[in-house]
């Protein structure tokens, strides 16, 4: 740019760019000059490029001498700049406030609620969240204006969802994900809050499962599953001798196993507490084989395209089907998923008489309240040991 400053017009001056062009003249820098308290003013009003001319400069000279004159309004170009955007905020706010009186549930999901969810949340979890949206949430209140939704109009989509034999655990979930979208709508200042949520109770639940397999049924399962499905096959053996979840198997990596002290380092599980968790001598010989046929991956258990597995193969379901493990029963919590291993590792622990506090700890329980569920399995000794005590008193 050049250095030259040249006079437009008395208080209006101009410097020309010594490259670019607004059309075949130079670009031009408007500027303001003027003096005022004793003092010069030098206020910029932009590039002719970009919408600043000579015009406007003498337009916004004499608005600045006419407030001179009465003594009122901005006194500089940057208090009148700065009063405009004042103006141009408050008038935007008047706007979005016009607009959130009318904007309705499906519209805030698609425009804002989602952009937020894909930066913060995992894909399986969106992918739920996107179905219950579509199936339930959408259907029922998706038209609604955003603000008039009430406490009543979440209970239409539970009792929708109860009427249609949906599980409470999945009602649990659609009342979260209305939950979420108010709390963004709140975060972005589009609901004053509280959340309409606050205080909706959905229907307490047992989701605890119940069903372990016998070992005569896990023996025909890994026979299955060694011919069809083999890697799978390793994880179920893992998850019945070792009671790891389905996703501390997928994240378990071989500097997470130790042959020589038969531990494996499970990190970052469900309840954030790591944990050593001990390999049987079935699990050793599998994670030996499987060692020796992958020494350069990373993971034990990696998906198919080599990243870390985000759910349990669907082959898992089929094979349970073709075994029948599941004809006849109607309670999920009768029914044999991969989670089911882990509590088969829990039933036959406590079977054979380990003391609960040890299972809890082989486990990861965080606390003895969710290894008590195995209590009724303990074998008969523990109970004839427990009976010794009866009439001690009369004895002594």
Excluded at 5 to 11: D, N, Q, R, S, V
Excluded at 56 to 76: S, V
Excluded at 143 to 166: F, H, V, Y
Excluded at 250 to 265: H, I, K, S
Aim: aromatic share 8%; net charge positive.
């Amino acid at each position: 740019m050049a250095d030259k400053w040249i006079p437009a017009c008395p208080g209006i001056r101009y410097k020309e760019h010594s490259i670019r062009k607004h059309g075949k003249r130079p670009d031009r820098y408007w500027v303001l000059q003027y003096r005022r308290n004793n003092k010069t003013y030098n206020e910029a009003v932009g590039w002719w490029s970009q919408g600043a001319n000579q015009a406007q400069c003498e337009e916004l000279l004499a608005q600045l001498r006419q407030n001179w004159r009465k003594g009122q309004g901005p006194q500089t170009l940057r208090e009148m700049q700065m009063a405009g955007q004042a103006a141009r905020e408050a008038e935007a706010r008047v706007q979005a406030q016009k607009e959130a009186e009318i904007l309705t549930l499906a519209e805030f999901w698609e425009r804002s609620y989602l952009p937020v969810a894909i930066a913060r949340k995992k894909d399986w979890t969106l992918k739920g969240e996107k179905h219950l949206f579509k199936n339930w949430i959408g259907p029922v209140l998706g038209d609604m204006p955003l603000k008039e939704i009430s406490k009543n109009d979440i209970c239409k989509i539970l009792t929708a969802m109860q009427n249609e034999g949906k599980a409470p655990r999945t009602q649990e979930h659609a009342k979260a994900v209305l939950s979420g979208i108010m709390s963004v709508a709140i975060e972005k200042e589009v609901l004053p809050g509280p959340n309409p949520c606050s205080g909706v109770k959905t229907p307490e639940y047992d989701n605890q499962r119940k069903r372990f397999l016998t070992p005569a049924e896990a023996k025909q399962l890994l026979d299955v599953l060694k011919i069809e499905a083999p890697q799978l096959h390793d994880e179920a053996l893992l998850s019945m001798f070792c009671g790891l979840r389905f996703g501390e198997i997928a994240a378990l990596t071989w500097g997470d196993v130790n042959f020589e002290t038969r531990l494996l380092f499970v990190r970052d599980p469900k309840n954030t507490r790591s944990r050593y968790a001990y390999m049987t001598g079935e699990a050793k010989a599998m994670l030996k084989v499987r060692h020796s046929e992958q020494p350069h991956g990373a993971l034990v258990f990696p998906g198919p395209d080599g990243r870390k597995q985000r759910e349990v193969s669907t082959a898992f379901r089929r094979i349970i089907g073709e075994l029948g493990f599941n004809e006849g029963r109607t309670d999920r919590r009768d029914q044999v998923v991969f989670h089911s291993l882990r509590h088969t590792y829990g039933s036959w622990l406590v079977q054979d008489g380990v003391p609960l506090y040890t299972t809890k700890d082989l486990m990861g329980h965080s606390t003895l309240a969710m290894t008590e569920r195995y209590a009724h399995l303990a074998p008969d000794h523990l109970r004839k040991a427990a009976d010794r005590l009866e009439g001690k008193l009369e004895r002594n």
